[in-house]
């Protein structure tokens, strides 16, 4: 998969938000691994009464996989300080427009055949995104779809199924870890990355598909780090 870097699609902030040089050339991103659907998923699917989920976290919270579905109807939010941990298994469904919003700390930790899943209450009412101001998003071995809930001027960058925004500092926290994971069926751009929120190196594959704009939208700040991965089969491809 070639990302072109000069693209608008795939780089917003050079084409308006923060004037920034970036290079012509196309970023060659390896081929990626089988697809995490590939995998055979360990997780049995939730038979219990699930549990509703509302407000602003008072404290770090675990949601698991016998207390799944973890069901958010509105918003919820994770403030600075707090973090919010998925379990290997543990399934979060989102109401039409509900939204995950975190200033603290996010991490999905799901394993190779027991993964998190993010995912819509009801097919074909998408839920809005998670968006991230300032915090850290890590997952792993997770699968996120059905969100982007188109917002306000509907261009790539007016809404995400997952948004991230940094301090606007290029040199401090990376905030975004991911390792095996697929961003499935966004009804807008599948992830944003803006105010020099990045990467952090090293990680696993990122697949983005079905989005109905662009798969990734890149600060500048963060071109220099995208995750190996499948970037295509999205309305806006470079």
Known sequence: VVLRLSSCVLVAAACGDDPVGVPDAP???????????AVVDAC???????????????????????????RITTQVGVPA??????APCAVVELGPDAALTVSGSLLAEG????????????????WRWI????????????????????????GVTARA???????????????????????VGSASTGMILASAARFSPGGGALRITGSALAPL?????????????TYAGNGLDA
């Open 111 to 126: 394993e190779p055949t027991r993964r998190v899943q993010i995912r819509a209450a009801s097919s074909g009412q998408p």
């Open 131 to 154: 968006d991230v101001s300032g915090g850290a998003l890590s997952l792993t071995h997770t699968r996120i779809e059905g969100g982007g809930a188109p917002g306000a001027g509907g």
């Open 27 to 37: 970023r060659v991103i390896d081929a990626a691994p089988p697809p995490i659907d």
């Open 217 to 229: 939208v890149l600060d500048p700040s963060a071109v220099g780090v995208v995750p190996t991965g």
């Open 81 to 86: 300080g707090v973090t919010l941990r998925f």
């Open 44 to 70: 049995a699917p939730p038979t219990g009464p699930g549990t509703d989920h509302a407000n602003a976290l008072a404290a770090d919270e675990l949601w698991t996989e016998a207390d799944s579905p973890h």
């Open 161 to 183: 199924m997952v948004r991230v925004r940094g301090d606007g500092n290029p040199l401090g926290q990376a905030l975004v870890s991911v390792d095996e994971v697929d961003l």
